[in-house]
T-cell receptor, first 117, second 112 residues
C-alpha cells in the first residue's frame, strides 16, 4: 500500500467527456506532482504544486487542468482528451521547500490508468 | 535534458551483482533512484546530493561523481524481489527546484 492515494484506479472516457482524477496524501507534504507515463517509458512531469500554488507547468495542453484545493489534495481535470492521452497518470508528493525540492524523496501513488476511446 | 541510463536491460541469477549507470550532459544537483515493478508505483530507493550527502535504503548503495555528472546504483547479492525497472531522475536546475527528469529506465530481471 502506498501513502499517496489515487482515484479512480482505472478510467475509460470518450473524447467529449469531462472527468477528474484525484490524489490525496496525509504525510504533511507541501509539494505535489502530476506525471504522465506511457507503457515502457519513464514518468514525464506535467505539473508541480508547491504550497498549493502552481510551481511548474511543463507546457501541458489546456485540456489538462490541475487544481490543488488544499495541502492534502490534488486534482487533475480532464476535458476533450485525445487518444494519445491514454496513459498511466501518477501523482506524487514530497516535502516542500525550503526543506524540500529535488533533494527530497518523491512518494508516488499507484496511478490512474486512463483510456480514451 | 534526459539522462542516459545503461544498460537498458539485464538478467541476473539470484545472488549475482549488478551496476546500473546514469549519466547527464548537464551539471547535476541531485540524482534520484526509483524502482518500478510492473503495474505498480515507482518506489524511492536513493537520493544522492551534490556535496556528498546520501539518503536512502541501507541495503542499496550508489555513487555520484559530480565532475563526470554520473551516478551508479549497485545491487549486490540480488534477490528475486529486485526485479523491476530502475529509473534515475536528475535535477539540473538547483536549489528549490522540484523538477526531475527521468532516464529511460533499466529493466532488471532476477531469475532463480
Amino acid at each position: 500500500d502506498t501513502e499517496v492515494t489515487q482515484t479512480p484506479k482505472h478510467l475509460v472516457m470518450g473524447m467529449t467527456n469531462k472527468k477528474s482524477l484525484k490524489c490525496e496524501q496525509h504525510m504533511g507534504h507541501r509539494a505535489m506532482y502530476w506525471y504522465k507515463q506511457k507503457a515502457k517509458k519513464p514518468p514525464e512531469l506535467m505539473f508541480v504544486y508547491s504550497y498549493e500554488k502552481l510551481s511548474i507547468n511543463e507546457s501541458v495542453p489546456s485540456r489538462f487542468s490541475p487544481e490543488c484545493p488544499n495541502s492534502s489534495l490534488l486534482n487533475l481535470h480532464l476535458h476533450a482528451l485525445q487518444p494519445e492521452d491514454s496513459a498511466l497518470y501518477l501523482c506524487a508528493s514530497s516535502q516542500g521547500f525550503p526543506r524540500g525540492g529535488a533533494n527530497q524523496p518523491q512518494h508516488f501513488g499507484d496511478g490512474t490508468r486512463l483510456s480514451i476511446l | 535534458q534526459q539522462p542516459v541510463q545503461s544498460p537498458q536491460a539485464v538478467i541476473l541469477r539470484e545472488g549475482e551483482d549488478a551496476v546500473i549507470n546514469c549519466s547527464s550532459s548537464k551539471a547535476l544537483y541531485s540524482v534520484h533512484w526509483y524502482r518500478q515493478k510492473h503495474g505498480e508505483a515507482p518506489v524511492f530507493l536513493m537520493i544522492l546530493l551534490k556535496g556528498g550527502e546520501q539518503k536512502g535504503h541501507e541495503k542499496i548503495s550508489a555513487s555520484f561523481n559530480e565532475k563526470k555528472q554520473q551516478s551508479s546504483l549497485y545491487l549486490t547479492a540480488s534477490q528475486l524481489s529486485y526485479s523491476g525497472t530502475y529509473f534515475c531522475g536528475t535535477d539540473i536546475t538547483g536549489a528549490g527546484s522540484y523538477q526531475l527528469t527521468f532516464g529511460k529506465g533499466t529493466k532488471l530481471s532476477v531469475i532463480p
